[in-house]
């Protein structure tokens, strides 16, 4: 067996098994990937929660529930992702795209990246 | 695994008549054992026919070994959509798979895909733990750990980064290839390569920072 085929062989193998661990593997929620990053993204502007609710405008109890990933990715609708956008100081299309939702034109005026309100921000 | 459906040894026509619907089974459920029959049975023929497509349109033959490699690949991501009727139509399929990547290599100039593919390969070593757990459901709690920093030092290095940036970024994180970016932006593929090399440089520069943070933190 030569040495090119070998390789061939343990790449592509490397690949059968790649892909059954993907098919697997439970996909994963996009409302706990977004609830998760924008835990980190408050962490590092160094906004707390009860501040992230207030600026949001909802009930502590909300903020709580979209940060944790338990608010079905169904109910955020555009228009509140566009106020987390505008706090933790992103382009609203990084959050659509985190929710595995299409990403709007770059001329799109609500892809805008707001100014920020987050104060702490870097 | 069923090795008993597997042929294990035997001439080429006595492995070909021993290819049958079961064996395809066995190569949708991903089997092992199955794919390296199949790589052994007809990787010599096919790699023969791609030098024989290369040669006909006048491309290098140098490109055989990615073209059969990407033939390969297709194939067991693809190997659902094939319906069985006989082994010689199992040839045709990894042929017609191959003679399409031969096609797409001589759409791209060479040159420039060349570097693309060193590049592609780059970043799915580099950035393949942060896309593993950006798109991991169930961890462990170590895991669970790795995954908050790491989206901690993600957040740190996009703010870094121009919006398009960003985006670039994320959607690989999603797992678009940087292909698939750099059509979408009308970019070659090259410089979202290169762009995903220096996020990813951020990233890990940030992820370390925040090892000594902690650590700081653990000597007070």
């Known amino acids: 067996?030569?040495?090119?085929?070998?390789?061939?062989?343990?790449?592509?193998?490397?690949?059968?098994?790649?892909?059954?661990?993907?098919?697997?593997?439970?996909?994963?929620?996009?409302?706990r990937r977004l609830g998760t990053f924008l835990?980190?993204?408050?962490?590092?502007?160094?906004?707390?929660?009860?501040?992230?609710a207030s600026r949001l405008d909802v009930e502590?109890?909300?903020?709580?529930?979209?940060?944790?990933?338990?608010?079905?990715?169904?109910?955020?609708?555009?228009?509140?992702?566009?106020?987390?956008?505008?706090?933790?100081?992103?382009?609203?299309?990084?959050?659509?795209?985190?929710?595995?939702?299409?990403?709007?034109a770059a001329g799109d005026?609500?892809?805008?990246?707001?100014?920020?309100?987050?104060?702490?921000?870097? | 695994m069923a090795d008993e459906m597997l042929p294990q040894t035997g001439t080429r026509t006595d492995l070909t008549m021993a290819v049958d619907e079961n064996w395809i089974a066995l190569l949708r459920q991903l089997d092992s054992a199955a794919w390296d029959m199949l790589l052994r049975l007809y990787a010599d023929e096919l790699r023969r026919g791609i030098?024989?497509?290369?040669?006909?349109?006048?491309?290098?033959?140098?490109?055989?070994?990615?073209?059969?490699?990407?033939?390969w690949l297709t194939a067991v991501r693809k190997i659902d959509s094939f319906r069985w009727e006989s082994a010689d139509k199992l040839f045709r399929w990894l042929r017609a798979?191959?003679?399409?990547?031969?096609?797409a290599y001589q759409r791209w100039q060479h040159t420039e895909l060349l570097t693309d593919e060193t590049d592609d390969a780059e970043q799915e070593e580099h950035l393949e733990r942060f896309y593993n757990l950006f798109n991991q459901n169930q961890r462990s709690v170590e895991d669970e750990i790795a995954w908050r920093e790491q989206l901690a030092a993600i957040d740190r290095a996009m703010r870094e980064l121009r919006?398009?940036?960003?985006?670039?970024?994320?959607?690989?994180?999603?797992?678009?290839?940087?292909?698939?970016?750099?059509?979408?932006?009308?970019?070659?593929?090259?410089?979202?390569?290169?762009?995903?090399?220096r996020a990813k440089e951020k990233i890990e520069a940030h992820l370390l920072l925040g090892l000594l943070d902690a650590k700081e933190k653990d000597d007070v």
């Open chain 1, 1 to 31: 067996m030569s040495n090119a085929f070998e390789r061939l062989r343990q790449r592509v193998l490397a690949e059968v098994d790649k892909e059954r661990a993907a098919a697997t593997h439970q996909p994963v929620d996009p409302a």
């Open chain 1, 39 to 52: 835990q980190a993204s408050l962490g590092n502007l160094g906004i707390p929660r009860h501040e992230f």
């Open chain 1, 60 to 104: 502590r109890d909300y903020a709580d529930v979209l940060l944790d990933g338990d608010l079905s990715a169904s109910e955020i609708h555009d228009d509140l992702l566009q106020k987390i956008a505008q706090i933790v100081d992103y382009e609203p299309n990084l959050l659509r795209i985190m929710l595995g939702r299409s990403a709007l």
């Open chain 1, 109 to 122: 005026a609500s892809n805008t990246a707001p100014p920020s309100l987050s104060g702490t921000h870097r």
């Open chain 2, 51 to 71: 030098q024989a497509s290369l040669t006909k349109r006048g491309m290098p033959l140098v490109l055989a070994d990615d073209v059969e490699q990407e033939t």
């Open chain 2, 97 to 103: 798979i191959s003679v399409n990547h031969v096609l």
């Open chain 2, 163 to 197: 919006p398009q940036e960003r985006e670039i970024l994320l959607r690989r994180l999603m797992g678009e290839t940087p292909r698939e970016i750099a059509a979408a932006f009308n970019l070659k593929a090259r410089s979202v390569s290169t762009l995903l090399l």
